[in-house]
């Protein structure tokens, strides 16, 4: 999904205007980015949360030509799903699947 499926999927299921649904979207990625670069955690209960990792500097190496290259330390955004998120993608096994799974079958008689 890219973010202007996201756009029409908000559009159509919130029954607003493209324009209106495209502010919203921007408005939420905005407003994680900003938080995670001031080094805010953003916790959204039963999708994941976001926050930043940080890298020690390392040696790399560059594959054209194999010469070494110092790789500075740096920060990386880095997600954490939740239980219920990772519940709901491997086939609503778990807890959070427990009022959509289907009822055992009546035994044969």
Known sequence: MTKADLIDEVSRLA????????V???TIFDSIVRSLRVGD????RGFGSFRTRQRKPRVGRNPKTGDRVEV????IPFFKPSKELKDLVNGGQGEAA????TPPAPPAQ
Do not use: F, Q
């Not at 029954?15 to 495209?22: A, F, H, I, N, Q």
């Not at 955690?41 to 959204?44: A, V």
């Not at 500075?72 to 920060?75: D, G, H, S, T, Y």
């Open 41 to 44: 955690k953003i916790e959204i």
């Open 98 to 101: 427990g009022a959509t799974a």
């Open 24 to 26: 919203i979207v921007e």
């Open 72 to 75: 500075p330390a740096k920060k």
């Open 15 to 22: 029954e607003l205007t493209r324009k209106d649904s495209e």
